[in-house]
């Protein structure tokens, strides 16, 4: 997983609520367990017309916001069944960085698990941010600082130190297991003398 420390981009705008893990990436994309690919399905039913068209006035489709690396949305993101192709879709595209004031738990969740950065923002800091996006104007996270710096202005928003720290080092679940390797190395071999039958072919 790639370390996450600092992101400055064009942010894109997508003002919809309640926008579940079946719209960012819906059911029939899911057969595959690769973690590529699926970037270019990303909110299908939004960004294709019935026919497979692109459709030109989505906001992922036209200039800069196809190259947007942090995504501004309406409340509840994420809601809906827990698939993880979701994250992998966002990150697949190249987005790194959701903006919302609410998040789906197990969504949320799952973003740090994938390197993605979601930040909750009050209401009317998501307007402020938006103008930004409208404007096509730059905006910067500093995950250190926690901070979203975007004109003379900055926001502060809240974080799990431990999910920071994941998010910064680039630690997914296996390599937090490979950070403990040794102690799971010496409980073996201890559990080797204490019990061998367990290790017997």
């Known amino acids: 997983m790639n370390k996450f420390t600092t992101l400055k981009s064009i942010p894109a705008y997508l003002p919809i609520v309640n926008i579940d893990t079946d719209m960012i990436i819906p059911k029939q994309f899911l057969k595959t367990i690769k973690r590529t690919g699926l970037g270019e399905n990303l909110f299908y039913e939004m960004r294709y017309d019935v026919n497979g068209k692109i459709v030109d006035d989505f906001i992922l489709n036209k200039s800069p916001y196809d190259n947007s690396k942090i995504l501004i949305a309406g409340n509840n993101f994420g809601c809906g069944s827990s698939r993880e192709h979701a994250p992998w879709a966002l990150l697949d595209f190249g987005i790194t960085c959701v903006i919302s004031t609410s998040f789906a738990d197990i969504f949320y969740n799952n973003c740090f698990k994938n390197g993605i950065l979601p930040v909750k923002v009050k209401e009317e800091e998501i307007k402020e941010l938006s103008e930004y996006a409208k404007r096509q104007e730059e905006i910067s996270i500093i995950l250190k600082d926690q901070k979203i710096i975007f004109g003379n202005k900055e926001i502060i928003f ?44």
């Not at 799990?160 to 680039?170: P, Q």
């Open 158 to 201: 809240e974080l799990d130190e431990f999910k920071k720290k994941c998010l910064m080092e680039g630690l997914d679940d296996i390599a937090l297991s490979l950070e403990k390797s040794e102690k799971i190395i010496s409980f073996e071999e201890k559990l080797k003398s204490i019990k061998p039958w367990i290790f017997n072919d």
